[in-house]
């Protein structure tokens, strides 16, 4: 008989002890330094706030989150610098209201406190008084055949670093065009945001987080009667719109990302006539909706088209109505159509996978900014001149919908 005698492993000296580099270690600390920061910013908060704190966010009545993020930390001189990004939800959003925040302090403790103070006097404000429909100013919204009835509520300037100056009321610039940006959503908001360092100027208008630059030149006189100052000033103001009617609209945001996800597919598998039309009914079969189907087969080519070649756009859409001589053409905002930036988000996330500059063009090509853009540079070619596609201005895009009694959402 053979005995076979068998050796246990050590199964610890096996083990190949983790080492971990600098950079690695490095990271850690500041991953854990920024959580830290992150639950003294809800704390903080929440003694404002008096919601519920679960799950690392901020629970408040009428179905409100608040979630917090912490961005840049850096110290200068001794100072604290954060900059702080919360993020607020409801399911009456059409998409998250996002608010960023810089404060400082010369502790860390100090610094939060600002950040907490501003976000609570600033963009809090106007939700909460939306909650309680406390003060509300009434605004009407007609286009396109379509009347809203909206209730404004208006918090008042965050000033930093301004001294011996009367606040003034910076909504007051914008409301004799901003209710043009109002559409069917059930929430808008709008963030203005000013300032001024030395000889530097900034000025950003965004409704529903994105940037109108139409509006943002209406601040221009405002901007002006500012002193030059060696010190970072700085002025924002926050107004809530919350439509009296329901929302009505037929789809959400994930009917339409999805569905431009699949356009982008098939479009840069067009190589005929044929193929187009066959994307048009398969696309069509997707949404159950001829008019919907039209906005992201429309829209697709002339937002990757102005994301890529950079000219400048304004904030409007041209809606074309008629044929021939009695075809007339209507003015709104791109913040009026609700797909417009369902169709940028899903542009953005697709570009941002690097595809193929070829993929690229062949989408682009079917851009009428794109093909109008190219005359032009070929007409100055022809007179011996240069021009970017960066010198160019597009007031907004044209397009006709062939679907009857189409409806903008």
């Known amino acids: ?15 190949v002890e983790e080492v971990k580099t600098d950079e690695e270690l490095a990271k850690e600390a500041e991953d854990e330094k920024r959580h830290d920061v992150k639950l003294m910013l809800l704390d903080k908060l929440n003694e404002k706030l008096n919601g519920t704190l679960y799950d690392e966010c901020i629970i408040m009545p009428k179905g409100f989150t608040i979630d917090v993020q912490v961005g840049r930390m850096e110290e200068k001189d001794g100072v604290k610098f954060i900059q702080v990004i919360y993020i607020i939800k409801n399911d009456l959003f059409d998409e998250p209201l996002i608010d960023p925040v810089d404060s400082q302090g010369m502790t860390m403790e100090e610094a939060v406190g600002m950040a907490s103070e501003i976000f609570f006097g600033g963009v809090w404000h106007p939700l909460n008084q939306s909650m309680t429909k406390t003060n509300p100013q009434h605004v009407s919204v007609d286009f396109l055949r379509q009347h809203y009835d909206f209730d404004m509520y208006c918090q008042s300037v965050v000033r930093i670093g301004v001294k011996e100056k009367q606040p003034v009321k910076i909504l007051n610039y914008l409301m004799g065009e901003l209710p043009k940006y109002l559409g069917s959503k059930k929430y808008y908001w709008v963030r203005i945001y000013l300032a001024k360092f030395k000889e530097r100027q900034m000025m950003e208008v965004r409704v529903n987080g994105s940037v109108c630059p139409q509006l943002t030149d209406l601040l221009k006189p405002y901007i002006e009667t500012w002193e030059d100052s060696d010190n970072f000033v700085c002025e924002k103001q926050y107004a809530i719109f919350v439509n009296r009617a329901d929302d009505e609209c037929p789809f959400d945001k994930e009917t339409v990302m999805d569905a431009a996800k699949k356009t982008i597919d098939m479009m840069v598998q067009i190589r005929s006539r044929e193929d187009y039309l066959a994307m048009i009914d398969k696309l069509e079969e997707i949404t159950g909706d001829q008019g919907l189907a039209s906005e992201i087969r429309i829209f697709i080519p002339e937002i990757m088209a102005k994301l890529t070649l950079g000219y400048r756009e304004g904030d409007s859409l041209f809606l074309l109505e008629g044929e021939g001589d009695d075809q007339s053409q209507i003015e709104f905002k791109k913040t009026q159509l609700r797909t417009y930036f369902y169709l940028q988000q899903a542009v953005l996330e697709y570009l941002g996978t ?10 682009v090509t079917n851009s009428v900014a794109f093909r109008e853009m190219k005359k032009v540079t070929d007409q100055m070619k022809e007179q011996g001149k240069e021009i970017k596609p960066t010198d160019l201005f597009v007031p907004g895009t044209s397009y006709k919908i062939g679907a009857e009694n189409y409806r903008v959402w």
């Not at 053979?2 to 492993?9: E, I, S």
């Not at 690097?354 to 989408?363: E, F, Q, Y």
């Open 1 to 15: 008989m053979t005995v076979a005698f068998f050796k246990k492993k050590n199964k610890q000296a096996d083990e």
């Open 354 to 363: 690097r595809p193929d500059k070829d993929d690229v063009t062949r989408i």
